[in-house]
């Protein structure tokens, strides 16, 4: 049987975690416990943030609730698709300033996105799909749930019990494969930019 770990392959040693973390989309539709759901955001709790922050904010929803409904409507027809075996929905987002003195905090994004990443591998962890998605509408996204100016909209996350590859449309599933990344020398450099001449 394939897995991430046999397929993807390091070009320098890294803990299996990193290589097993993807993003499918295969999810059987069975609920979550919600204690098990409250441990990926125990652990995206625990992340990393400028002047510890901690900027991030999950609005969740678990499966057959009303606030899953809203949120599962603002996703585009694609995620729709897939995204309706989901045990549970998530609106991340971020606020644009410290509460410790109002200023502007350059690196809110940046510190949601270590969160997310967080949750991702306690996902992983756990034998649960973790899947992001920008395919939404975020301004009626911010109506939904209730977020002041002072928040942005990051993005959503499809969390589930994981399914059959074959339980999806015929047009994702092609999708469903174990994503490589680019080489390394593409994404570092010893030194000022030198990949665009």
């Keep these: ?9 390091a070009e320098h040693p890294i803990d299996p975690l990193f290589l ?13 416990e919600k204690e098990k ?8 709790r625990w992340a990393p943030s400028s002047y510890n922050g901690q900027p991030w904010r999950y609005l969740y929803a678990l499966r057959e ?3 899953f409904a809203a949120l599962f409507n603002l996703l585009v027809e694609f995620n729709q698709s897939w995204c309706k075996n989901a045990a549970a929905l998530a609106l991340i987002i971020s606020r644009k300033t410290f509460e410790k003195n109002d200023k502007p905090s350059v690196t809110h994004s940046f510190d949601t996105g270590s969160s997310f990443t967080n949750l991702c591998l306690q996902g ?24 002041p100016d002072h928040y942005q909209v990051e993005a959503m996350v499809a969390i589930g019990n ?28 010893e030194g000022s930019f030198s990949w665009e001449k």
């Design 65 to 67: 609730t009303p606030f």
């Design 20 to 32: 097993r973390r993807w993003s499918s989309r295969a999810m059987n539709g069975k609920k979550i």
């Design 162 to 189: 994981p399914g059959k590859k074959e339980d999806l449309p015929e047009e994702i599933q092609a999708k469903e494969i174990f994503s490589s990344r680019k080489p390394l020398a593409e994404i570092i450099c």
């Design 124 to 147: 992983s962890l756990m034998d649960l799909v973790v899947h992001g998605m920008q395919g939404f509408n975020y301004e009626e996204a911010r109506k939904v749930g209730k977020i």
């Design 1 to 9: 049987m394939e897995t991430p770990e046999n397929v993807r392959k």
């Design 37 to 44: 759901l409250l441990s990926l955001f125990e652990a995206a």
